[in-house]
């Protein structure tokens, strides 16, 4: 979001609404000189001469999360959604091939028949 060369969201707030905005609070990169706000949680600094220019800074930061957060719940669908058919996949290929012997069965087996020839 505030990243250097990745901020154009802010600069787009920030000039739409006459606000200044800063992405502030751990995690960010604008605290060196305020070490006190790296505890704060993660947060959006809005300050203006105007309450209508916090007002609209407030706004179109709120449908910027928003759409974070869709953009974000939608790529986990996504990526649900792929696992679960690679698993049915996996199911499938396995009815397909019946079950994969197991190793350490199987050599259990052959003892006990090599067992039952030397007898």
Do not use: C, F
Request: a negative charge; hydrophobic letters at 40%.
């Amino acid at each position: 979001l505030g990243s250097e060369g990745r901020d154009a969201y802010l600069t787009h707030i920030a000039s739409s609404s006459g606000a200044t905005v800063v992405l502030a609070g751990r995690g960010s990169t604008n605290d060196s000189s305020k070490p006190w706000l790296a505890n704060t949680p993660l947060h959006l600094s809005i300050t203006a001469a105007s309450p209508d220019a916090v007002a609209t800074a407030r706004r179109l930061a709120e449908d910027l999360i928003t759409t974070v957060k869709n953009e974000l719940i939608g790529q986990m669908a996504a990526q649900t959604a792929a696992a679960a058919a690679a698993d049915q996949a996996e199911r499938q290929l396995q009815q397909q091939q019946g079950p994969v012997p197991d190793p350490a069965a199987a050599a259990l087996e052959q003892a006990a028949r090599q067992q039952q020839q030397q007898q």
